[in-house]
């Protein structure tokens, strides 16, 4: 009898040690697809994150994550958001899906699409602003209106976004949100918009903490306008919640970790921190208005700047099954990563066909070193689109110690990091002349993309030689110069750039560079020619789209050895139009129009047997973004012609 039912039970024994067998097998790929949550802040650089050693603002929140989990110290985005969030949601560099600002091309696969082929549910909340952005009066804009990707076809099974549609319609992204929500517009009156997005993102991982999930919350703090949030005194006043002030950017920087801790403590009640992996991200640096103290002085916000301040951002991960707690690491990661590395933890390893130009950081995540980077690269021009025309293409490649841009500065970040002091070709000791060649392959390695028509979309002449010697061209009583005929600095202080419509000349000179004291960088030298003795004045052809606040100024002016003026708009000109009249300050007849403005020039004896006298005008860039087209001196009798656009520009007359 007991042989009997020891038979018996052996068919159920192997039937039961199949089962475990079957579980073993299946629980390791469980485990191998770990759900994601990928939070992006906007506009927020590492100097506003307590972690990365800032000291103005509170974000215990974030500085707890990095505590729990591993803080990335090379990390890097493009300087300006929509460029950050295309490369982020496709795995490639602009340079290859690039087609206008605010807008993501409807053929592309982005990490949404790959998530759900991974068997991942899929949630995006917060900014998309990647589908329609030309405002409908915006020159061209016609051309771009409604040609992006829709959230909807974007590979998220459920969505809660702001600005999903044109421009014209977006509305509010903080108090009386106007919210696309799976394809209903949400009453958002009386409502946060953060908020509202921070609790769809709760319900949805409480309704799918069962199978895998990849949230990505795009949020949109603590991005411009600076409003104040529910934690502000002015938010038990409706009528004040949408009041612009800059104090609101620290209690907007403050609300985003609010936010982040939300997320993160809603995983752990749920108990799925051990195999949920918590990525912070930012998308570009802060706003340049916003200044934030680092036990290293005061930092200026960097957004829109290729510099370290503009595009070195926070990475942080946590994922308690994988990642030792409070570690860090120096590899290098960009915004293209994400998506390969997103397919390595759904168990679809990126192939070849993908063409990506990103690389998995998973083995980072899981302590490992191999396939570390070994340079960035960086292609950021935001245009075409509206409020873009200010910028241009940037180009350059870094590691870790040193960075080259496409025009030949090399620049050593770590002693350097506001980029003051390049290396040019044949001033380099050996590690930089490695480090220029190394990084030149990389840039000789990217082609620019080749989609727009130059009727569209004209693209800055990079082609100048800063070390040719031109001069103004003497026109009967007048003199004229172009922009593009004018020696750069080696500090490039100034860029030549052709794309504003209404320039005269071939090119024009847009500032890059901010001082407020007498100009020690970026000084312009013009040595003129003068065939005649008497009065003259100076007219400088001018354009400023977009003054800092409390920079009325815009460059600085000075003839012969005498005192620098400081130089602005007048009184009533209208910021975007290329205009003559420019306030001066002159230490001794105090502010007059630089028209009124008259130096006597008389012939000296010891010059030339053609007699020319050859004052100097010296111009430097006192803020960013002041235009510079054309620089004229002239006659009193001759003025009418000298201030007309359409003169004919100078020719080249080396001395």
């Not at 629980?27 to 000291?55: F, H, Q, W």
């Not at 002239?634 to 201030?643: E, I, P």
Request: with cysteine; hydrophobic share 35%; proline share 7%.
């Amino acid at each position: 009898m007991l042989t009997f039912l020891f038979r018996s039970i052996k068919p159920c024994q192997s039937l039961l040690l199949g089962l475990f067998t079957l579980a073993a097998m299946v629980s390791p790929s469980v485990a191998e697809k770990p759900n994601v949550i990928l939070i992006m802040a906007d506009d927020m650089g590492r100097e506003t994150v307590g972690c990365y050693g800032g000291l103005s603002y509170r974000t215990p929140n974030i500085d707890r994550l990095a505590a729990s989990g591993l803080r990335f110290e090379h990390a890097y985005a493009t300087p300006l958001c929509t460029n950050t969030r295309i490369q982020l949601m496709t795995g490639k560099y602009n340079n290859r899906n690039w087609l206008a600002f605010g807008l993501l091309d409807p053929g592309e696969r982005t990490f949404g699409h790959v998530m759900q082929e991974a068997g991942y549910q899929t949630c995006i909340a917060g900014k998309w602003q990647l589908t329609s952005y030309d405002p409908p009066d915006f020159p061209g804009g016609e051309k771009r209106r409604g040609k992006g990707m829709h959230p909807r076809d974007a590979g998220f099974h459920e969505y809660s976004l702001w600005h999903t549609g044109d421009t014209e319609h977006k509305g509010s992204r903080y108090a009386n949100p106007v919210i696309d929500q799976n394809g209903t517009v949400l009453d958002g009156a009386g409502e946060y918009g953060p908020d509202l997005w921070t609790d769809f993102l709760k319900d949805f991982i409480t309704r799918h903490q069962s199978e895998p999930f990849f949230v990505y919350y795009s949020m949109a703090l603590p991005h411009w306008p600076f409003v104040p949030t529910p934690d502000s005194e002015e938010w038990d006043r409706p009528e004040d919640r949408l009041t612009e002030d800059l104090k609101h950017a620290a209690e907007m920087i403050e609300y985003t970790d609010k936010a982040v801790g939300r997320i993160v403590d809603h995983v752990d009640a749920l108990g799925l921190s051990d195999n949920t992996l918590i990525l912070f991200y930012t998308d570009n640096g802060t706003d340049y208005r916003v200044s934030s103290r680092t036990p290293n002085g005061v930092v200026r916000g960097g957004k829109s700047f290729p510099t370290d301040a503009g595009t070195r951002v926070p990475l942080i991960a946590r994922w308690p099954a994988s990642i030792k707690a409070g570690t860090s690491n120096d590899a290098l990661v960009d915004s293209t990563d994400f998506l390969p590395t997103l397919c390595d933890l759904g168990g679809k390893p990126a192939s070849p066909s993908m063409k990506l130009d990103g690389k998995s950081f998973l083995p980072l995540l899981k302590g490992q070193s191999k396939h570390a980077r070994e340079w960035v690269y960086m292609h950021q021009d935001p245009r075409p689109g509206w409020d873009k025309d200010r910028f241009h293409l940037i180009r350059f490649a870094r590691n870790q110690r040193f960075k080259l841009y496409e025009d030949g500065r090399l620049y050593e970040m770590p002693t350097d990091e506001l980029e003051e002091r390049p290396y040019f070709i044949g001033r380099e000791s050996g590690i930089q002349r490695e480090a220029r060649l190394m990084l030149q392959e990389v840039l000789d390695s990217m082609t620019p993309y080749p989609q727009f028509n130059p009727q569209d979309m004209l693209r800055p002449d990079l082609l100048l030689d800063p070390e040719a010697k031109h001069c103004f061209e003497q026109r009967i009583g007048e003199v004229i110069a172009e922009a593009e005929r004018i020696k750069i600095p080696y500090d490039e202080s100034w860029r030549s750039e052709s794309s504003i419509p209404g320039y005269t000349g071939s090119a024009y000179l847009r500032s890059i560079r901010s001082q407020s004291g007498e100009p020690r960088q970026g000084v312009l030298n013009y040595r003129t020619k003068l065939a005649s003795s008497g009065m003259w004045s100076i007219g400088i052809r001018h354009r400023s789209d977009h003054p800092g606040a409390g920079q009325g100024g815009e460059f600085w002016l000075r003839v012969n050895q005498g005192p620098w003026m400081e130089c602005r708009s007048a009184p009533g000109a209208a910021n975007g139009e290329w205009d003559w009249p420019v306030q001066v300050s002159h230490p001794e007849k105090g502010p007059i129009l630089l028209s009124d403005l008259q130096y006597e020039f008389r012939l000296q004896s010891n010059v030339s047997t053609y007699g020319v006298n050859k004052p100097i005008i010296s111009i430097a860039p006192r803020a960013q973004n002041f235009k510079l087209d054309r620089v004229v001196l002239y006659q009193a009798d001759r003025k009418s012609v000298a201030l007309n656009p359409a003169t004919a520009q100078s020719e080249y007359h080396p001395y």
